[in-house]
């Protein structure tokens, strides 16, 4: 097998017995990187620093050090900071910037001895589903170059499925690790709110962001989220627990589960709402698919109900917006980001100091960026703000508690992450709301903070990848990654890998 088809753990074993170096390994891909240019995953690669941490943690390993992360390459989604690189958030406001710090993730996993190959594409702060909206290029999909990675993190699920890292960090607010992961066949989760910390990854909607990994397998997530999270003092909303293994929760028997069942005694639910008539066929049978492996394995599928999921789509679109228009004042060419050179005009009215702001921001920023700023700013506005702010809080509030609801009757709840297959470049034009709909089931567990995941579970029309997503409840990521290593152990689709890569 070529180095670059070894998994986190594959690779992880190979360097520990030492039948691979860590320079080896960083230089292979390093290769691939630069071959697969066109991909459009990049947004920095860092050849020199990832050669000299390889040789750094191979030297560490002949010391003696055997961490399980020493030596394994990964990359950052450019919306973390970091000081060795640039960061740019996908935007032109941050074309020139560069971090003094590194974000706590990025801190934690060179400390648990990975090396970081760059940064990857994204759209603009976060917002997007397709990584079409970043200032720079859009990431392609793998299996269908023609075709979106998913967004927000797309740069990192295109890098991870084409084989170019085993794993990538990517950040979470409405679906951005879950979307990308199904897009592009690999595994991706979104812990609870809370588990990872968000300082140092640049704010979209602070009561909704959260980090997490990417990667080809449950085994691999559970190794990199087992590094990544864990309380920080630095976030004020960091969750103070004591640090989890969830190598050790994936593998955790489940209480008296029979030999070959070891699903046995989970019930998983099955929302309605994430069954409509509208779901893609191809997604729906992909879904059925898995679902019945999931009951082969021991699990029952129960129905519940979720009868807000429509409605979270609005309520994100409030609330995220409003969060961002507030986090992104700070772009104003001064604290930070680009500043306009020619900004004076002798007709304005306006004060020099306005007139800086208003062109430095119009320059820096795209259109979607801009959209949710407007509709940011007008539904935190006086006598908007009851109407509909206040109104997405209450609902919000609503959907966290249909969820406890499920919990009564199930363990997991399942269902299909996107309603269909990733789509063409270009090919929702510009409208913004045919994206905005897209997200209706990466919503709802976003809104609630809530863990989620998506596995592979297949292909749907075009031999594109289809996704499994998996919710779990507040801290239940153990559950979770239990349940995908069992079917990603009696089932191949997580190893399915697109052609020419
Ligand atoms: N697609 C959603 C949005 O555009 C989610 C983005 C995200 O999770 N960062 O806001």
Redesign the pocket.
């Given at each position: 097998m070529s180095p670059h088809d070894l998994s986190v753990s594959e690779l992880s074993l190979a360097l520990q017995e030492r039948s691979l170096s860590s320079v080896e390994v960083t230089r292979h891909l390093l290769q691939r990187v630069e071959a697969h240019q066109g991909l459009g995953a990049w947004l920095h690669v860092d050849t020199e620093g990832a050669l000299r941490q390889a040789q750094q943690a191979d030297e560490q390993r002949s010391q003696g050090d055997n961490r399980p992360l020493l030596g394994v390459p990964l990359a950052h989604k450019d919306i973390f900071v970091t000081r060795d690189h640039p960061t740019t958030a996908g935007s032109k406001m941050l074309a020139d910037y560069r971090s003094p710090f590194d974000a706590t993730v990025v801190e934690r996993l060179a400390a648990a001895g990975t090396v970081s190959l760059g940064k990857l594409n994204c759209?603009e702060f976060?917002?997007?589903?397709g990584n079409e909206n970043s200032a720079y290029a859009p990431a392609r999909n793998p299996w269908d170059t023609t075709r979106v990675p998913g967004?927000?993190?797309g740069g990192s699920a295109a890098a991870v499925a084409a084989r170019l890292i085993p794993a990538a960090t990517g950040?979470?607010?409405?679906?951005?690790?879950r979307?990308p992961a199904s897009f592009t066949g690999i595994t991706g989760i979104k812990p609870t709110y809370g588990v990872c910390s968000r300082y140092g990854m640049i704010a979209?909607?602070s009561s909704?962001?959260q980090a997490g990994p990417m990667a080809r397998s449950a085994e691999d997530c559970a190794l990199l989220l087992s590094a990544m999270s864990g309380f920080d003092a630095r976030d004020a909303t960091s969750a103070e627990r004591p640090p989890q293994d969830f190598a050790a929760a994936m593998r955790a028997q489940r209480c008296g589960a029979p030999a070959g069942k070891p699903l046995a005694g989970l019930r998983i639910g099955l929302p309605q709402e994430f069954f409509p008539c509208a779901l893609a066929n191809d997604v729906h049978q992909a879904v059925r698919g898995a679902l019945a492996e999931l009951e082969k394995l021991g699990a029952t599928l129960v129905q519940v109900s979720l009868p807000r999921t429509e409605l979270s789509i609005p309520v994100?679109?409030i609330i995220?917006p409003a969060e961002a228009s507030s986090n992104l004042s700070r772009f104003d060419g001064v604290r930070f980001g680009h500043r306009a050179k020619d900004f004076l005009d002798p007709q304005s009215a306006l004060s020099p100091l306005e007139q800086m702001y208003r062109r430095s921001r119009a320059e820096g920023f795209g259109s979607?960026v801009k959209r949710r700023i407007m509709i940011g700013t007008y539904v935190l506005s006086h006598g908007y703000y009851d109407a509909y702010y206040l109104q997405a809080q209450k609902l919000r509030r609503m959907i966290a508690d249909d969820f406890q609801a499920c919990f009564q009757q199930c363990d997991v709840i399942a269902g299909p992450v996107a309603p269909t297959v990733a789509w063409a470049l270009g090919g929702k034009g510009d409208d913004p709301v045919a994206?905005?709909l897209?997200?209706i089931f990466?919503?709802p567990a976003?809104l609630a903070g809530l863990p989620g995941m998506s596995l592979p579970a297949g292909q749907g029309a075009g031999g594109l990848p289809v996704g499994l997503q998996l919710i779990g409840n507040y801290f239940c990521e153990g559950t979770l990654l239990h349940t995908a290593h069992a079917l990603q152990q009696a089932t191949d689709w997580h190893r399915l890998k697109p052609s020419g890569f």
């Open positions: 759209d976060a917002m997007g589903s967004g927000s993190s950040t979470d607010t409405g679906g951005s690790i979307q979209f909607a909704l962001d994100y679109y995220a979607e994206n905005y897209a997200d990466t919503l976003s």
